[in-house]
C-alpha cells in the first residue's frame, strides 16, 4: 500500500485531527528509525502511520486488549503486509504479542516519545517545535508529573534497539521537526 493510500485509510477510521498528528509523528519518527538502522523506511513509516488506525474504535479504557487486534483485522482486510500487522500488534503490550523484531521493538518506544515530544513542545511560549530543545525534552522526561501518558519504561526501551535515551529523543525530535507543517506546532 502506498502512503497516501494508507492516509486514506487512517482518515477513514480516524476523525480526531490531533490523533491524526500523531500518527503522523510516529511515522515520521519510525521513517528515520528505519533509515538509521538501514531497514525498509517506507514499511516503517508504513507502521507508525497505521498503528493507531482503530483508536476511535476500541475503547482503551474498557478493553485495552482490543487496541491493535481491531487495527490489525483492518489492515488484513485491506492487504497489508504481516509484518506491519505485527508491529501494529506490538506497539500494545496489552495484545499479548511479544515484541521480537527489531521493528516491532522501535514502533513501542516511539509511540510515547512521540507525545512526550508534542507536550514538551506546547508548553513553550511559542508552541513551535523548531525552538525545542532535546535537552528540554530530556528534563521533561524526569518530571513524572509532565505528560504522564508518555510512559517513561516504554520510552526508555529504545535501549532494546541499541540507541540511549538522549540519542532516541535526538532522532524523534529531529523526526518531528522535519514534518512540523503537518504536524501543526
Partial sequence: MKREEALD??????KNENSIKHMLAVEAVMRDLANKFGEDEEKWAL??????????????????????KKGAEILAENGIEKDII???????????KQRE?????????TDPLTGLIVAST?????????????????????????????????????????????????????????VKDDLEL
Avoid: W
Avoid at 485509510?9 to 480516524?14: A, F, H, M, Q
Avoid at 505485527?86 to 499479548?96: C, D, R
Avoid at 508518555?150 to 525530535?173: K, N, P, Q, T, W
Fill in 86 to 96: 505485527n508491529a501494529v500488534l506490538a506497539h500494545n503490550p496489552e495484545t499479548g
Fill in 47 to 68: 507502521a507508525g502511520l497505521l498503528h493507531d488506525i482503530d483508536m476511535e474504535i476500541v475503547d482503551y479504557q474498557k478493553e485495552p486488549e482490543k487496541h491493535g
Fill in 122 to 178: 506546547l508548553i513553550l511560549p511559542s508552541k513551535n517545535i523548531s525552538e525545542l530543545k532535546y535537552s528540554s525534552v530530556l528534563k521533561r522526561f524526569k518530571e513524572k508529573s509532565f505528560a504522564r501518558g508518555a510512559d517513561r519504561e516504554i520510552i526508555s526501551s529504545c535501549s532494546d534497539i541499541g540507541l540511549d535515551l538522549e540519542e532516541f529523543v535526538f532522532l524523534g525530535l529531529q523526526a518531528m521537526q522535519k
Fill in 9 to 14: 485509510l487512517v482518515r477513514r477510521y480516524v
Fill in 101 to 109: 523484531t527489531l521493528f516491532e521493538k522501535a514502533i513501542y518506544c
